[in-house]
């Protein structure tokens, strides 16, 4: 079966410091990734998704960027966080191994907290 | 591009009423998903519809899919607390994703 891990589960960081979060994915091969942050009370917003390694699409221009340096895994970062990078950030992996191409199985989540 | 319009925002209900909440899209969707996300987890997908006028249940929820493929319903009967959460609609995006709406935070209150 297929997992996906998401760490750290949360973060409190100052502003201006740097952001690195991972998700790795488990039992699937050549998946589709994304980013997408949820803030407090509030809807998804698409963030990155990737089709492959090395392949990164943004949807919004932001002071985050992605990775994807392997197959599973899916870096989000930040050089320099802002107040309003606070959130909840879902990483989420789709792909023929599900039975769907279109599904989004989602990660636990990291909740990060900028001050 | 896709956009997926969700309502209501936000539903509080007696524990034991029904519960609806809306999905319309801008352009005709190929499908449409719905999600559940409790209060501090993940979204969890529910389920999928294809065709056109589809209808779907799952023990006590009900999921329409419209005759044009543009617009979904989510219906629970009866709900319970364990019903609470956010429940998001979603539908293909432009590329290789899923475009969700706003989500509807239901509450019950026993």
């Known amino acids: 079966s297929q997992t996906i891990h998401q760490w750290p589960a949360t973060l409190v960081q100052p502003v201006g410091s740097p952001l690195s979060l991972e998700c790795t994915v488990e039992g699937t091969s050549n998946p589709n990734l994304y980013w997408y942050r949820q803030a407090a009370g509030r809807g998804l917003q698409l963030l990155f998704y990737?089709?492959?390694?090395?392949?990164i699409s943004s949807e919004v221009p932001q002071n985050l960027s992605a990775s994807r340096p392997q197959d599973r895994q899916f870096i989000l970062s930040s050089k320099k966080l802002l107040l309003s990078d606070s959130g909840f950030y879902l990483c989420?992996?789709?792909?023929?191994?599900?039975?769907?191409?279109?599904?989004?199985?989602f990660g636990p989540g990291t909740r990060l907290t900028v001050l | 591009g896709q956009q997926v319009m969700q309502i209501p925002q936000y539903q509080h209900v007696q524990e034991g009423e029904d519960f609806t909440t809306y999905c319309n899209s801008s352009t005709t969707l190929s499908n449409i998903q719905w999600y559940k996300q409790r209060p501090g987890g993940h979204p969890v997908f529910l389920i999928q519809?294809?065709?056109?006028?589809e209808v779907k249940k799952q023990k006590r929820l009900t999921f329409q899919f419209g005759e044009a493929k543009k617009n979904s319903s989510l219906h629970i009967t009866a709900t319970q607390t364990t019903d609470v959460g956010t429940y998001f609609c979603?539908?293909?995006?432009?590329?290789?994703?899923?475009?969700f709406g706003a989500g509807t935070r239901l509450t019950v209150k026993p």
């Open positions: 990737s089709v492959g390694i090395g392949q």
């Open positions: 519809l294809v065709k056109s006028g």
């Open positions: 979603a539908g293909p995006g432009d590329f290789n994703d899923m475009r």
């Open positions: 989420a992996w789709s792909g023929a191994w599900s039975g769907n191409t279109d599904t989004q199985y």
